[in-house]
């Protein structure tokens, strides 16, 4: 009997021991705010000369999760992955200069928090001053960004181009334009300013944009919970001053759009 009983003690112990490293995990878990982000997209994702990450919609997310009361994880994916990743349940979020317009059904959005344009980089040198002139030409863009949806939403400007290619990042697709490889780049406006940053000489921007859009946070389908917490940190963000101080650091400029309730 004693020998039963012991058992019964040891077993009831580890099943406890068990309960409280599950129910640490999911605690930590629930804690933690994972902030799904394309390492090389700045000005709003992308490492630092130290190697530490930054960027406008980094800085965001940190005073989001700090707000929420919640540990930031910052999670660089491969962004013609980052469906697989919110799914999956890797991050919480994905949160880069993501384009809502044209995916408002794929994911649960918070509102809009900035305006964005899709247009086009050059070398000065190439004459290129009009989607027109693209005729012809050598376009690229990254796989499965806003840029590419927004190109292949416009089929006749789509056809008229030489070849049209898709790399991983702007950087692989700046170095091609840099060497000839391609005549032109697509991307997200902020984007393009910060790529051609101290080389105006070099590059321009088109005047005559692909498109217009904004960008929001999206969670995986049917987690409003996550997204209301993180909408309502950041319109309480938009009030006390804290989204304009943000924004006027990365722009020199306060780009918010979303409106204080």
């Known amino acids: 009997m ?3 009983r012991l058992g019964t003690v040891l077993l009831a112990g580890l099943l ?22 394309d390492q ?11 190697g530490n990450f930054t960027g ?10 700090k707000r929420m009361n919640k540990k930031i994880k910052l999670q660089p994916i491969d962004w013609d992955a980052k469906d697989m990743e919110l799914d999956s349940g890797t991050i919480d979020c994905i949160w880069n200069g993501f384009t809502m317009n044209g995916r408002e059904n794929k994911y649960t959005w918070t ?10 980089v050059v070398k000065k040198a190439s004459k290129i001053a009009t989607l027109k002139d693209l005729a012809g030409k050598i ?16 089929k006749e400007l789509k056809s008229s181009f030489k070849n049209y290619l898709s790399v991983a990042d702007y950087n692989t697709a700046m170095m091609d334009l840099e060497s000839g490889a391609v005549d032109a780049v697509a991307m997200d406006e902020f984007v393009a300013k ?15 944009s692909i498109s217009s859009e904004q960008y929001a946070v999206g969670f995986k389908k049917g987690n409003t919970k996550l997204r209301d917490e993180v ?23 306060d780009y918010g759009i979303l409106k204080a309730d």
């Open 2 to 4: 004693k020998l039963k």
């Open 16 to 37: 406890a021991v068990g309960l409280t490293a599950c129910g640490g995990s999911s605690s930590k878990k629930a804690d933690t705010f994972t902030v799904g982000f």
């Open 40 to 50: 090389n997209f700045p000005p709003f994702g992308y490492k630092d000369d130290k």
């Open 56 to 65: 406008f919609d980094i800085d965001l997310a940190k005073e989001t999760a």
């Open 111 to 120: 509102k809009p928090y900035m305006n964005n344009r899709q247009v086009v």
């Open 139 to 154: 376009m690229e863009v990254q796989k499965d960004s806003s840029a590419q949806s927004a190109i292949d939403a416009n």
């Open 194 to 208: 910060k790529q051609i940053e101290g080389k105006e000489n070099t590059y321009a921007i088109l005047d005559e």
């Open 231 to 253: 909408e309502k940190t950041l319109i309480a963000m938009v009030k006390d001053g804290t989204f304009a101080k943000i924004s006027k650091k990365w722009f020199k400029a």
